[in-house]
């Protein structure tokens, strides 16, 4: 669509660089942003300038962080010798809302592809194996997507210290809580049926 | 969530402010502004500092515009005679994509709506008397949104011209195009059944 506004046009085209937002959306978005508050539309371009300047990654695990090491490495409060490897920061996040898990987290930025290109030298691996051995870990958590990508990285992990007595575990897959049978997919409930636990 | 990292956290609130954003998909686009290349993002902070700066609302009908009058009511090749009125600006270019329409428009900025306190005057309705007389407009296109709002926007509109010998129209209703009767509200299907057409 031809707006006649190349400012618009421009900011329709980076609205349509994010996830999951195509033309249409991407339009709505242009539009709501003309029809915002001055004041706020700075405030947004302003953050956006900031964020990439104050937010790097964790020295030690790759996470974000404001300084070289992120909040939860550098909280003393947290458990020592497990660390819960996952693909992302964003997944990290995702763990830490469920209060569930007190350990440390491990970053890869990535997992294995061969198809894109990616193997082991492109992922978080090398600090990994190093701060195995700094820390004393005894388990490593591996929480990689339930992917065909995640599960082939998450075994290659394993592999990477299957000579080491350490335990190497991830999350249990299974039928998600709140959900319904009927829109649950079929290799969910096959995996839930085999590994069925007593009452 | 709490990251611990407050541009973050800012960027997450301003997108959340965008239509259609609830608190997961601020939260992706936020992990995905910075796994964005640094240029990139820079270019994107940019566009919206400048935005706001460049794009006004053209003097002569309300729509966006990069300097007094908007690209459409400076057409010279444009049919005289009629304005189709839109709420706002973003309908106008969904009309022009169609190409169906030649003439120029009017933008309201709003419809008619007691409940949340906006009467007539809030409305571009002035700029449209001076308008329908400088111009010699012989027909009124009124293209609001098919809601309560924008029918009573309308049926106001069509009053206020009434004592003159104005056409005032608007698109038909019916059926859409390309859509199954079955997902076809029943409201529509019922007006297009007392408008139904001659094969």
Known sequence: M??????????????????????????????????????????FAETL???????????????????EICG???DKSRLEGILCIVERPADLYILEASGQYRGRYHVLHGVLSPLDGVGPDDLNLE????????????EL??????????????????RMFKDR???????ARGIPLGSSLEFVDKSTISKALEKREPI
Request: glycine share 10%; net charge positive; with cysteine.
């Open 49 to 67: 300038l900031q964020i990439k300047e104050k937010i790097g990654f964790c020295n030690r695990c790759g996470n974000f962080a404001e300084g």
């Open 2 to 43: 031809n707006y006649g506004l190349p400012p618009l046009q421009d900011l329709i085209e980076y609205f349509k660089k994010l996830p999951g937002v195509g033309e249409k959306t991407a339009r709505r978005l242009g539009f709501a942003i003309l029809d915002m508050d001055d004041r706020e539309v700075k405030g």
């Open 72 to 74: 939860i490495c550098s």
């Open 141 to 158: 958590l591996i929480a990689t997507n339930p992917s065909v990508e995640g599960d082939t990285t998450s075994l290659y992990i394993a």
């Open 165 to 171: 007595s350490i335990r190497v575990t991830r999350p």
């Open 127 to 138: 600090k990994l194996k190093s701060r195995v051995d700094e820390e004393g870990i005894k």
